[in-house]
């Protein structure tokens, strides 16, 4: 009996002993001790971020961030949902004045917290991170390409950490890896840690945009580039701005820097041939010239049964007897008959035709249409067409505006790229280039890139600018340009855009303003519409005396209404000595 007592007592001794170990004040770290080493090592605690169908865990992302972020953090939450059972708030990174964040945050992408800033500042372009500092786990990168992939790592990473609806992760996790490795040569831009932005331009092009800065961080930028094993192809100066191009054995990267703006920037894409932008020895055969061809008669409007101008064709004809086409207008067989007669017209050699650059403006079906047309007609196989510029827009910002219907020809267009011109090199347009042929300049001076990331709201914001060049005779070309578009011009060129003929934005439509054509103060107006059926059948007389078409004819000497006439202008081009300006109908 007094033995059983003895055990009785033990057992309430150990007892007594664990209930006040349980009720100290200074917690116990549970402890590894290596028979081998006799060393002890404290072991590392999970993280419970979900436990017992519950979470004091909530998903923080910028405020005022992008939808693709906005998707990115809801991807997050329902795959912590579909593993756990349980919804985690959602909020925005918001603390009020004197506040302090929570301590348990799923934070995802650049926000206010110092762990996020701080995660992101060791990372490449490209990169993304995932770590848990402290209680936050933090889903880190520069742009949203690599977020994007940082998240649907951490979703997998939450399948592979929950264990009956438990959701854990080490103290200690931390993971860097490669998210979009387009970006991951580029250096960083501007001083440790400054934040850039980074736009998907489609067509595997992508640009870093730096606000607030200065020419001598972009200078440098240019030198942080050669240390990175890029190689200057080409620099120049145009107006009060800066554009370099930098090449390597598998990217080219435009970089431009505009002076009124302060702001840098610089896209990168797979190499392509780039040969259209260096001078080359050549034969000079024939005058160089421009045509403006009229389109009237060759289009009917299936509502009121009138015949219109659809969209813009102009031929450059170049001094070796190759060609720039400009667009073509409309999607109907009788303008890709046109487009191709008058090339043969023009042609020296009518069996080797040969279009050194086929340029599209925009993605309008006014415009891409003509070009369409001509490759389904086959004509594209009794000619050599070199190379195909462009800067069409994504599917992204042409669906935030009301006319997305007629946009799909920009993927009609990059389809047909592919499938029937595989010989082609096909360029995406950047502001600042110079392309260089058979005698010929085209600078561009305006892509859609010029106002990313800002959301489009109106097609004709994208349509390109640029003015070509030969004999001393300069072509500004303004597409459909829109009001908007030309508020920029003369902000960004002022005097610098005068050249000596100027075709009329949007067919006279709005888009060109008094200003713009104040600066370009051109002599002859080349004005790519119709003479019988003009915006909506109200006629020439009707739209010529609008304000920024008044202005445009006042200051020049001529006037070229292309109607369903070509008019073919050999250059260099003296306008007639006239006391009155001479529109010809």
């Known amino acids: 009996m007094k033995k059983q007592h003895g055990i009785l007592l033990c057992v309430l001794l150990?007892?007594?002993?664990?209930?006040?170990?349980?009720?100290?004040?200074?917690?116990?770290?549970?402890?590894?001790?290596?028979?081998?080493?006799?060393?002890?090592?404290?072991?590392?605690?999970?993280?419970?971020i979900v436990a017992d169908g519950?979470?004091?865990?909530?998903?923080i992302v910028r405020e005022g961030g992008s939808d693709a972020l906005t998707e990115m953090s809801r991807q997050v939450r329902n795959a912590i949902k579909e593993a756990t059972g349980v919804q985690l708030a959602w909020t925005d990174d918001f603390i009020e004045r004197g506040g302090t964040a929570p301590a348990a945050e799923i934070v995802i992408g650049?926000?206010?917290?110092?762990?996020?800033?701080?995660?992101?500042?060791?990372?490449?372009?490209?990169?993304?991170?995932?770590?848990?500092?402290?209680?936050?786990?933090?889903?880190?990168?520069?742009?949203?390409?690599?977020?994007?992939?940082?998240?649907?790592?951490f979703c997998s990473l939450v399948q592979e950490n929950t264990v009956d609806g438990r959701f854990t992760l080490k103290q200690d996790y931390a993971v860097t890896d490669v998210g979009f490795a387009a970006l991951k040569d580029m250096p960083h831009y501007g001083e440790a840690g400054e934040v850039v932005q980074f736009v998907d331009l489609d067509d595997d092009c992508y640009m870093l945009y730096a606000s607030d800065t200065d020419e001598a961080e972009f200078k440098a930028y240019a030198g942080a580039l050669e240390s990175a094993g890029y190689t200057q192809f080409a620099s120049r100066q145009f107006g009060n701005n800066l554009h370099m191009i930098y090449t390597s054995e598998d990217k080219v990267i435009h970089a431009s820097y505009v002076a009124k703006d302060k702001d840098a920037r610089i896209s990168i894409e797979d190499a392509y041939d780039m040969s259209i932008f260096t001078a080359s020895e050549y034969e000079k055969i024939c005058e160089p010239s421009v045509s403006l061809v009229g389109l009237e008669c060759y289009g009917k409007d299936s509502k009121t049964g009138v015949f219109n101008q659809i969209g813009l064709c102009m031929i450059f004809r170049l001094e070796d007897g190759r060609f720039i086409i400009v667009d073509g207008g409309g999607y109907t067989q009788d303008t890709a008959g046109l487009v191709y007669s008058n090339l043969r017209k023009l042609a020296v050699d009518k069996n080797n035709i040969t279009i050194a650059a086929w340029i599209l403006t925009h993605a309008h079906g006014d415009h891409t249409g003509g070009f369409l047309k001509f490759t389904e007609a086959k004509y594209h196989t009794r000619v050599t067409i070199q190379n195909i510029i462009h800067h069409f827009s994504t599917?992204?910002?042409?669906?935030?505006?009301?006319?997305?219907?007629?946009?799909?020809?920009?993927?009609?267009?990059?389809?047909?790229?592919i499938n029937e011109y595989p010989n082609a090199t096909i360029i995406k347009a950047h502001t600042g280039q110079l392309i260089q042929a058979?005698?010929?300049?085209?600078?561009?001076?305006?892509?859609?890139?010029?106002?990313?990331?800002?959301?489009l709201e109106y097609h004709n914001t994208t349509s390109l600018v640029f003015r070509v060049t030969a004999q001393d005779t300069s072509v500004m070309v303004l597409g459909d340009a829109s009001n908007r578009v030309s508020l920029r011009?003369?902000?960004?060129y002022g005097d610098y855009l005068q050249s000596d003929m100027v075709q009329i934005a949007h067919h006279g439509y709005t888009g060109g303003t008094i200003a713009l054509y104040e600066a370009i103060d051109a002599d002859v107006v080349l004005w790519p519409g119709g003479v019988d059926s003009f915006d909506g059948n109200k006629g020439l007389e009707a739209i010529k005396f609008r304000g920024y078409n008044a202005k445009a004819l006042e200051l020049a000497e001529e006037a070229?209404?292309?109607?369903?006439?070509?008019?073919?202008?050999?250059?260099?081009?003296?306008?007639?000595?006239v006391e009155e300006t001479k529109v010809i109908k």
């Open 14 to 48: 150990v007892i007594f002993a664990i209930l006040m170990q349980g009720c100290t004040n200074e917690p116990v770290d549970p402890i590894d001790t290596s028979a081998d080493t006799g060393v002890v090592t404290p072991v590392v605690q999970d993280l419970s």
């Open 395 to 417: 599917p992204e910002q042409y669906a935030g505006i009301e006319e997305g219907a007629d946009s799909g020809r920009s993927e009609q267009a990059r389809k047909t790229f």
């Open 110 to 153: 650049i926000t206010n917290r110092e762990e996020s800033i701080s995660a992101r500042q060791d990372l490449a372009y490209g990169e993304y991170a995932i770590r848990v500092m402290g209680e936050k786990i933090i889903i880190a990168a520069w742009d949203e390409m690599s977020l994007r992939a940082g998240c649907e790592a």
């Open 489 to 492: 011009l003369v902000a960004v």
């Open 560 to 577: 070229y209404v292309a109607g369903r006439a070509v008019y073919t202008l050999i250059l260099p081009y003296t306008p007639e000595d």
């Open 54 to 59: 519950a979470s004091a865990y909530s998903i």
């Open 438 to 455: 058979g005698g010929v300049e085209i600078e561009m001076l305006y892509t859609y890139e010029d106002l990313e990331p800002s959301p």
